[in-house]
């Protein structure tokens, strides 16, 4: 593996943590995104992880300080990838955008530089084509909050070079992660796989009216002694994931329920500003929420 200089492609809730946490590791790193306004906004959000990284990892100022003078930050994707080694891909969920993304990215990315998607449910193989490169692509999945959950599933698709992937997980243990690797396709990969029809299912319970979020949760909560409920998850996740999750399965399985899910998210969330932990309310108001009360459990 010689990978150095790495660009992160999104620089929204997940895509600004995976660039902090690349360049905390000791690399360079080329945020981009599609225009000024939306990379002030990503760098607003690693302003406020610098913050996390101090208070969750007892690191020091100077430390936090010395990985945000690693970052630099672009919206010419041309200059942004004209000398990285890898590029790691955190556009949304949406099949056309993220097709859109790699056919631009493949005219201008140096020949030698591998791509790899952040995608939670999307498969490799839907883009290894329009890549122009499948044999150095591959999936790279991170969980949220990064620097806590340092968990990453990397998945192969069938075109996939072995010595590309090794090289892949050898990168990811260099930043810090504890390594699942996957040797088949499975959309959802390990933890969505199991995640999401959870979470489905409260959101179900939530909009045909059967019980209010904090009900739900605090059910959960309650019966199986996890520290948090669905709802409090996906607030974790944020609106905007949640939304064009959404989206893509009611396109997909025709499901009016999904349709219906979306609207609500959009209508009571996103157009109200209410994006979720990370932009100080979702379900719960933060940084106080009302899952985190001693009471919150009784009665």
């Known amino acids: ?29 080329s945020l981009y995104d599609i225009n000024a306004e939306a990379l002030d906004n990503g760098k607003k959000r690693i302003m406020n992880l610098m913050n996390r990284y101090q208070e969750d990892l007892s690191v020091t100022e100077d430390e936090v300080d010395a990985a945000f003078q690693r970052i630099s930050y672009n919206c010419d994707l041309s200059k942004a990838v004209s000398e990285v080694d ?18 631009e990215l493949g005219k ?20 290894a084509e329009v890549t122009g490169r499948p044999e150095k692509f591959l999936a790279l999945h991170f969980a949220n909050e990064i620097w806590v959950n340092n968990t990453v599933e990397i998945m192969k698709h069938p075109r996939t070079d072995m010595k590309v992937f090794e090289d892949v997980v050898t990168f990811a243990k260099a930043i810090g992660m504890v390594v699942f690797p996957l040797y088949k396709e499975q959309p ?51 609106m905007t994931t949640e939304y064009n999750v959404a989206l ?21 969330f996103i157009d109200k500003g209410k994006l979720g932990k990370g932009g100080g ?13 001693p009471n919150f459990l009784e009665g």
């Open 188 to 238: 959802g990969y390990i933890l969505n796989s199991l995640l999401d029809p959870f979470l489905e299912a409260a959101m179900k319970l939530w909009i045909n009216e059967v019980a209010d979020p904090e009900t739900i949760d605090k059910m959960w909560m309650k019966a199986t002694g996890s520290p948090l409920g669905p709802f409090a998850i996906l607030d974790i996740i944020g």
């Open 1 to 29: 593996m010689n990978y150095k200089n790495i660009m992160v492609a999104g620089s929204g809730v997940l895509g600004s943590q995976i660039a902090f946490q690349v360049a905390f590791k000791g690399f360079q790193v």
């Open 248 to 268: 893509s399965k009611a396109s997909d399985r025709g499901d009016q329920q999904f349709e219906k899910l979306a609207n609500i998210i959009k209508r009571e």
């Open 108 to 127: 201008v990315a140096p020949e030698e530089t591998v791509f790899l998607t952040n995608s939670s449910l999307l498969l490799p193989s839907q883009f």
């Open 86 to 103: 890898l590029v790691i891909e955190a556009v949304p969920e949406v099949v056309h955008i993220k097709n859109n993304f790699y056919k």
């Open 281 to 293: 309310e979702g379900f719960y108001k933060y940084p106080n929420p009302n899952f985190m009360n």
